[in-house]
Structures are given as structure tokens and as C-alpha cells.
């Protein structure tokens, strides 16, 4: 009789872990899916800061481009033609929302380039935060488990190009200028 009851207790044991194994291989999957999308935004952001550091520096590009031309129309004036294109603050945000609408698809390019090369895809890129061109960047997430409900389901990431005293010319509107992809 002993011997018996012993018997049933390790049977219970065993069935009780086999039983439970499929609920810890959930609990892993679910564990590794959370690492899954923390990685992913690892790139995700890592992309979006080289895409904003390439937006600032096209960016830098452009503008020393366009206001030297506009100062080589005005030159031989009787005024400064610098005070003429950027002398107050509503010819500075004139200035950088003409530079940036004429030069969107530049932008762009040159964005896509650095943040595909980075192992992620633009979403935006959004003109002015605090001086500075953001860039976001998305990752579509493929989790361990649930696949299904995650089908169109993106990580995101931020990051931020170098101020720049021609980003705060911006301020005088308080909603950012965003380019879509």
C-alpha cells in the first residue's frame, strides 16, 4: 500500500510537468517576442539618427546654397542684401519654408538612403523640434507568437539631427512642417 501511493504521487509530478511545459513555452515566447521588439527599436533608432544627421547636413547644404544666391542677386544694392533676405523674424521663416519646399525631394532622398542603409525604413521626417530636423523610423515587427494579430505592425524610433540657429527660425509657427513617406 505504501509502495502504491508513492506510485500515484510520481505520476502526479510528472503529468503536472508535462502540462505545464506548453505554459512556460508561452511565457519564453511572449519573454523573447518583448526582446524581439526592444532590439528592433535599437535599429529603429539607430536609423533614425543617421536619417537625421543626413537631413541636417543636406539640409545645411542647401540653405548656404540658396542664400548665397539670393545674396549674389541683391549684391550691388545700396542696402545689406543679407537684412534684405533673413533681417527679421518673418523673412528668417520665410527663408528656411521656401529652402525646405523646394528642396522636399532632396531631403528625402538623401534620408532614405541613410536610414535603409541602417536596416530600417523612413515614416517622417518633421521640421522643427527645438532647432533640430527629427526623423522617424519604422521596423515591422515579427514577433515569436501572435503573428497574426502583429501583421501591419511597426517599431519606431526617433532621432534627432544637431541644432542649428536656422531651426529655430521655425518657431514663429507652432506647428511643424512634416514630410510623410
Do not use: C
Not at 539607430?46 to 539640409?59: E, Q, Y
Not at 517622417?124 to 502583429?150: C, L, N, S, T
Not at 501591419?152 to 512642417?177: A, H, I, L, S
Request: hydrophobic share 45%; glycine share 8%.
Amino acid at each position: 500500500m505504501h509502495h502504491a501511493r508513492r506510485l500515484r504521487r510520481r505520476g502526479s509530478v510528472t503529468t503536472m510537468w508535462v502540462a505545464s511545459l506548453p505554459v512556460f513555452m508561452i511565457f519564453f515566447m511572449f519573454l523573447g517576442s518583448m526582446v524581439i521588439a526592444w532590439m528592433q527599436h535599437g535599429v529603429a533608432q539607430k536609423a533614425a539618427d543617421a536619417g537625421g544627421l543626413a537631413a541636417t547636413k543636406k539640409l545645411d547644404e542647401v540653405t548656404g546654397q540658396q542664400l548665397q544666391a539670393q545674396i549674389s542677386q541683391l549684391a550691388g544694392n545700396t542696402f545689406n542684401p543679407v537684412e534684405a533676405i533673413i533681417g527679421t523674424p518673418e523673412l528668417k521663416h520665410l527663408f528656411i519654408k521656401g529652402v525646405i519646399r523646394s528642396n522636399e525631394e532632396a531631403i528625402k532622398k538623401e534620408v532614405r538612403k541613410y536610414v535603409e542603409k541602417n536596416g530600417a525604413k523612413p515614416s517622417k521626417i518633421i521640421f522643427f523640434e527645438d532647432g533640430r530636423v527629427v526623423v522617424e523610423a519604422k521596423i515591422k515587427y515579427q514577433p515569436m507568437i501572435f503573428q497574426d494579430q502583429f501583421k501591419e505592425v511597426y517599431v519606431k524610433g526617433e532621432g534627432f539631427g544637431p541644432v542649428r540657429d536656422y531651426g529655430k527660425w521655425w518657431q514663429q509657427e507652432k506647428n511643424p512642417y512634416i514630410i510623410e513617406f
